[in-house]
């Protein structure tokens, strides 16, 4: 039901729902082969063949997003492959848990 993106400089996330991306998300949709997720499968089927507009690709798709968000308050930018920072010290040397339920940073 939303995006989640991290700031590339200090790490801060900013979600962003379907619901305010409006047209752009259904050009998105449009252009996917199925739906984007199960629990969204039934109106995205119907948004898709509802929308009479021309669809755009997962690329053109982000880069709009990305353009759309005001930057951070620490003034860098939200993406969506910003990397993943401590909380507290806004490292980005990290490990994954093998059993993939922690990450475990510095």
Do not use: W
């Not at 089927?45 to 982000?62: A, D, S, T, V």
């Not at 939200?78 to 980005?92: E, H, I, M, Q, W």
Request: aromatic share 10%; charged share 30%.
């Amino acid at each position: 039901m939303f995006h989640l993106l991290r700031c590339d400089s200090c790490g801060k996330e900013r979600e962003i729902l379907f619901s305010e991306l409006g047209e752009l998300h259904v050009k998105y949709l449009k252009g996917l082969n199925g739906p984007y997720c199960i629990a969204t499968a039934r109106s995205d089927e119907r948004l898709k063949h509802q929308y009479k507009g021309e669809p755009i690709n997962e690329q053109e798709y982000f880069a709009a997003i990305e353009k759309l968000l005001d930057e951070c308050p620490c003034g860098g930018n939200y993406l969506f492959d910003a990397p993943v920072r401590c909380p507290k010290c806004g490292s980005t040397d990290f490990t994954e848990d093998p059993e993939g339920s922690l990450i475990c940073y510095d």
